[in-house]
């Protein structure tokens, strides 16, 4: 899956033009009322961006891997609540369907997605099942009657991204015994009967992304929601839709990274001290050398994990060895762009610390990245195993 290259390149520029004119001036309004406009949104519907990695058979615009994580790169280059918007969208919380679902559930669902009528989510998480995610406690109890199969949830999920807005879930239950073959993937839709959410939470960054707790009171789902149609799947599911996420995330990270080096340098530019500018003296360009580095070799391996991730036939990919490497620009891309951020705000001195400079909530917003989708510690964890066990 793929677009040619005449359009996707088009579709590159609008993308620009529109980070550049419509939201990086809209930032500061996106952090101070901890919402992203609604015009905005509107726009980001009309231009596809909630059905980039959806083939265009249901209504996407379907792109490869490497081309979504140009995309991304684009996008990562603003406050991290826009693409947060549509993230779920196009990754972990339709990405499921598209790679295992039954034709009839990317029928009904994948072109609402897409066009961004509906908004999905990734319910994985839970208050004991955080790293440990083969660890989910949310119960699917299968009931036959008269109305079908059936199955009951109940239980409840943590910190999921863009809860409050979405109208279904892709959401994990274990409708069998302990360990990951007792895991089911189910779509569950956020007006079904006894379906409720905490209050929103409050973070330390990225204001203008809602998360929140999917509380599961007696949710009655038909046993036709299950992805993909079998029981017991939703977690080797649930690993293929993070593989792929870890790269949308790394191109994110490495697109910050670029906003970042580009505020600093700026800076460095402008600012005088000892009657020159700060960018002249030498221990100032170490900062901004190690970060252009560091971000060329991010986003060096992310184009190249992207295009092995292709040519393993995605959208669905089970391949131990892309798997390992999507870990590892995880891993190294999302501690890059902490490292560039910190330098960010040391070239920035003072003002680096103080919110009229973009920086200052950038540093905030990255942080996030080191820790879902997988922390860097199940990262490292991921690559160690992958390493021990090939010979
Ligand atoms: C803002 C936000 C949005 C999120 N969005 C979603 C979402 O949409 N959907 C979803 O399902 N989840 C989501 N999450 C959850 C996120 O994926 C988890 O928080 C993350 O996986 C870590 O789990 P935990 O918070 O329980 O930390 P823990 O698992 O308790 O980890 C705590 C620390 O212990 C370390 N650790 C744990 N186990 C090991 C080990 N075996 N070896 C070494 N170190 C270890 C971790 O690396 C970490 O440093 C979100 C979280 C946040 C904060």
């Given at each position: 899956?793929?677009?040619?290259?005449?359009?996707?390149?088009?579709?590159?520029a609008?993308?620009?033009r529109?980070v550049?004119?419509?939201?990086?001036?809209?930032e500061?309004?996106?952090?101070?009322?901890?919402?992203?406009?609604?015009?905005?949104?509107?726009?980001?519907k009309?231009?596809?961006?909630?059905?980039?990695?959806?083939?265009?058979?249901?209504?996407?615009?379907?792109?490869?891997?490497s081309?979504?994580?140009?995309?991304?790169?684009?996008?990562?280059q603003?406050?991290?609540?826009?693409?947060?918007?549509?993230?779920?969208?196009?990754?972990?919380?339709?990405?499921?369907?598209l790679?295992?679902?039954?034709?009839?559930?990317?029928?009904?669902?994948?072109?609402?997605?897409?066009?961004?009528?509906?908004?999905?989510?990734f319910?994985?998480?839970?208050?004991?099942?955080?790293?440990?995610?083969?660890?989910?406690?949310?119960?699917?109890?299968?009931?036959?009657?008269?109305?079908?199969?059936?199955?009951?949830?109940?239980?409840?999920?943590?910190?999921?991204?863009n809860?409050?807005?979405?109208?279904?879930?892709?959401?994990?239950?274990?409708?069998?015994?302990?360990?990951?073959?007792?895991?089911?993937?189910?779509?569950?839709?956020?007006?079904?009967?006894?379906?409720?959410?905490?209050?929103?939470?409050?973070?330390?960054?990225?204001r203008?992304?809602?998360?929140?707790?999917?509380?599961?009171?007696?949710?009655?789902?038909?046993?036709?929601?299950?992805?993909?149609?079998?029981?017991?799947?939703?977690?080797?599911t649930?690993?293929?839709?993070l593989?792929?996420g870890?790269?949308?995330?790394?191109?994110?990270?490495?697109?910050?990274?670029?906003?970042?080096?580009?505020?600093?340098?700026?800076?460095?530019r402008?600012?005088?001290?000892?009657?020159?500018?700060i960018?002249?003296?030498?221990?100032?360009?170490?900062?901004?050398?190690?970060?252009?580095?560091?971000?060329?070799?991010?986003?060096?391996?992310?184009?190249?994990?992207?295009?092995?991730?292709?040519?393993?036939?995605?959208p669905?990919?089970?391949?131990?060895y892309?798997?390992?490497?999507?870990?590892?620009?995880?891993?190294?891309?999302t501690?890059?762009?902490?490292?560039?951020?910190?330098?960010?705000?040391?070239?920035?001195?003072?003002s680096?610390?103080?919110?009229?400079y973009?920086?200052?909530?950038?540093?905030?917003?990255?942080?996030l990245?080191?820790?879902?989708?997988?922390?860097?510690?199940?990262?490292?964890?991921?690559?160690g195993?992958?390493?021990?066990?090939?010979?």
């Open positions: 899956m793929a677009i040619d290259n005449e359009s996707f390149e088009l579709l590159l609008t993308v620009q529109f550049n004119e419509r939201l990086v001036p809209a500061d309004a996106v952090e101070e009322h901890d919402e992203v406009p609604a015009d905005i949104v509107d726009d980001m009309e231009m596809g961006l909630f059905g980039l990695s959806i083939p265009e058979e249901y209504g996407g615009i379907g792109l490869s891997m081309q979504e994580c140009r995309v991304a790169y684009e996008i990562g603003t406050s991290l609540a826009f693409r947060s918007v549509f993230g779920t969208n196009v990754g972990i919380g339709s990405q499921g369907i790679m295992d679902g039954t034709e009839a559930q990317k029928q009904e669902i994948l072109p609402r997605v897409a066009s961004g009528e509906l908004i999905m989510s319910a994985l998480t839970e208050a004991d099942a955080g790293s440990d995610s083969a660890a989910v406690k949310t119960r699917g109890e299968l009931v036959k009657d008269g109305e079908g199969d059936h199955y009951i949830l109940n239980g409840s999920k943590r910190f999921i991204t809860a409050p807005r979405a109208g279904a879930f892709t959401l994990m239950a274990r409708t069998d015994g302990p360990g990951a073959g007792g895991i089911s993937a189910f779509v569950v839709y956020a007006d079904s009967k006894g379906l409720g959410l905490g209050k929103p939470d409050k973070k330390m960054g990225q203008g992304t809602k998360t929140c707790d999917v509380i599961l009171d007696n949710v009655r789902v038909p046993a036709a929601n299950i992805i993909g149609g079998k029981p017991g799947q939703g977690f080797k649930a690993m293929k839709v593989d792929r870890r790269l949308h995330i790394s191109a994110v990270a490495c697109g910050m990274a670029q906003r970042i080096l580009n505020e600093a340098v700026a800076y460095a402008e600012r005088k001290q000892f009657g020159k500018r960018g002249d003296f030498q221990l100032v360009q170490a900062m901004l050398a190690d970060s252009q580095a560091e971000l060329y070799a991010g986003w060096s391996m992310v184009q190249d994990a992207a295009l092995r991730y292709d040519a393993k036939g995605a669905s990919v089970s391949d131990p892309v798997s390992m490497l999507a870990s590892c620009c995880k891993l190294f891309c501690e890059m762009v902490g490292r560039v951020a910190d330098r960010g705000v040391q070239v920035h001195g003072g680096g610390y103080i919110n009229e973009p920086v200052e909530r950038f540093y905030r917003d990255v942080r990245l080191r820790l879902y989708e997988g922390t860097t510690q199940i990262q490292q964890l991921i690559i195993r992958e390493l021990m066990g090939r010979d």
